[in-house]
């Protein structure tokens, strides 16, 4: 039997110091995972690598516009802070950071690529309902619909609007402003120094100019 005492000499993740044996007469050996035995001195000396305790942050995206809260896949989760990585949303819209160091300070930023102009379920479906809206025929658009519909962002639904989302429909690169863009609610989440796994840290998605069913996604 025999004790072995290790000092830690650094606190910062990723510092690694040797293993120094004890050297003769004290007669102390190991034996490595091949069995082959080694002496004080010899190679490899072995190491130790801090580590620094980790947290996961986890949630899933949800598309806003659709009554059922479809998911939205392969979405890509940008770590950014003291910290950096990504990962992208499944299939079923769920997404997980893994292996984030504790102790700093970070912010995670959803993105999607915009959708190419023609794209399916962006269509005259949705120009009718975004020009009622504008002439105040029928019942007006609201939420998640609206802000859809608001493809520039300038003075509210206009003819603007209207015009963009059909040229979309068409095929035209120009003059669609934020058609087929994808908005995040939030636009990302902050974390300082948290302590535990960081769940249901959910976002809300609307494609710019998807404003009726059938939804983009």
Same mark, same amino acid.
């Not at 190679?43 to 659709?66: D, H, N, R, V, W």
């Not at 102009?117 to 029928?138: A, M, S, Y």
């Given at each position: 039997?025999?004790?072995?005492?290790?000092? *830690?000499?650094?606190? +910062?993740?990723?510092?690694?110091?040797?293993? #120094?044996? $004890?050297? !003769?007469?004290?007669?102390?050996?190991?034996?490595?995972?091949? &069995?082959?035995?080694? /002496?004080?001195?010899? /190679?490899?000396?072995?190491?130790?690598?801090?580590?620094?305790?980790?947290?996961?942050?986890?949630?899933? &995206?949800?598309?806003?516009?659709?009554?059922? &809260?479809?998911?939205?896949?392969? =979405?890509?989760?940008?770590?950014?802070?003291?910290?950096?990585?990504?990962?992208?949303?499944?299939?079923?819209?769920?997404? #997980?950071?893994?292996?984030?160091? !504790?102790?700093?300070?970070?912010?995670?930023?959803?993105?999607?690529?915009?959708?190419?102009?023609?794209?399916?379920?962006?269509?005259?479906?949705?120009?009718?309902?975004?020009?009622?809206?504008? &002439?105040?025929?029928?019942?007006?658009?609201?939420?998640? *619909?609206?802000?859809? $519909?608001?493809?520039?962002?300038?003075?509210?639904?206009? @003819?603007?609007?209207?015009? $963009?989302?059909? *040229?979309?429909?068409?095929?035209?690169? @120009?003059?669609?402003?934020?058609?087929? *863009?994808?908005?995040?609610?939030?636009?990302?989440? +902050?974390?300082?120094?948290?302590?535990?796994?960081?769940?249901?840290?959910?976002?809300?998605?609307? =494609?710019?100019?998807?404003?009726? !069913?059938?939804? =983009?996604?």
């Amino acid at each position: 039997l025999f004790n072995l005492n290790m000092v *830690r000499v650094s606190s +910062t993740p990723g510092a690694t110091t040797n293993l #120094t044996w $004890a050297p !003769s007469p004290d007669d102390f050996y190991f034996i490595d995972d091949n &069995l082959d035995s080694h /002496t004080p001195g010899s /190679t490899p000396l072995g190491s130790i690598t801090i580590q620094a305790p980790t947290f996961s942050i986890s949630g899933t &995206l949800s598309y806003c516009s659709s009554p059922s &809260l479809n998911p939205v896949p392969g =979405v890509t989760l940008t770590l950014s802070g003291d910290g950096s990585g990504s990962t992208l949303s499944d299939g079923s819209g769920n997404y #997980t950071l893994s292996s984030v160091a !504790s102790g700093g300070n970070y912010s995670v930023t959803p993105s999607k690529a915009g959708l190419t102009p023609g794209t399916n379920n962006i269509d005259t479906i949705d120009v009718i309902p975004t020009q009622r809206h504008f &002439l105040n025929l029928g019942i007006p658009l609201t939420g998640c *619909r609206l802000t859809a $519909a608001d493809v520039n962002g300038i003075n509210g639904v206009d @003819t603007v609007d209207v015009i $963009a989302i059909q *040229r979309f429909f068409l095929g035209f690169s @120009t003059g669609i402003a934020n058609v087929g *863009r994808s908005q995040f609610t939030p636009v990302n989440r +902050t974390y300082s120094a948290p302590a535990s796994d960081q769940t249901g840290q959910n976002y809300n998605a609307i =494609v710019f100019g998807d404003v009726a !069913s059938g939804f =983009v996604y």
